[in-house]
C-alpha cells in the first residue's frame, strides 16, 4: 500500500518536472508578467489623464465662477443705473410666465 502511494506520488513529481511541464509554466509566467507590465502601464497613463482632467476641469470651473461674478455686477449695476427699464422687464417677464403657467 505504501509503494502504491509513493508511486502515485512519484508519478505525479515527474509530472510536475517533465520539459512539457516546465514550458507550459514558463509560457504562463511570462504572459503574467506580460499582462502585469500592460496592466501597470495603463493605470500609470489612467492616472495621468484623470489628473489632468482633474486641473482642467478646475481652470473652467474658476473661470466660469469669475464670468458669473462679472455678469452678476454688470446686470446689478444696470439696475442700479436704470430701475424704471428693470421694473419694466420684470413686469414683462411675469407677465411671460404667468401666461405660460395658465396653459398648462
Do not use: C, W
Not at 495621468?48 to 449695476?77: G, P, V
Amino acid at each position: 500500500m505504501a509503494s502504491s502511494s509513493t508511486q502515485a506520488g512519484s508519478s505525479a513529481n515527474g509530472a510536475a518536472n517533465s520539459p512539457v511541464t516546465n514550458k507550459a509554466s514558463q509560457a504562463a509566467h511570462h504572459a503574467v508578467d506580460a499582462m502585469a507590465e500592460k496592466a501597470a502601464a495603463a493605470e500609470d497613463s489612467l492616472r495621468k489623464t484623470a489628473a489632468t482632467s482633474r486641473d482642467n476641469i478646475a481652470q473652467k470651473q474658476e473661470h466660469i465662477k469669475q464670468q458669473l461674478q462679472s455678469s452678476y455686477s454688470k446686470t446689478r449695476q444696470l439696475a442700479e443705473q436704470n430701475p424704471l427699464a428693470t421694473a419694466g422687464i420684470a413686469f414683462a417677464a411675469g407677465v411671460l410666465l404667468t401666461s405660460l403657467l395658465r396653459r398648462r
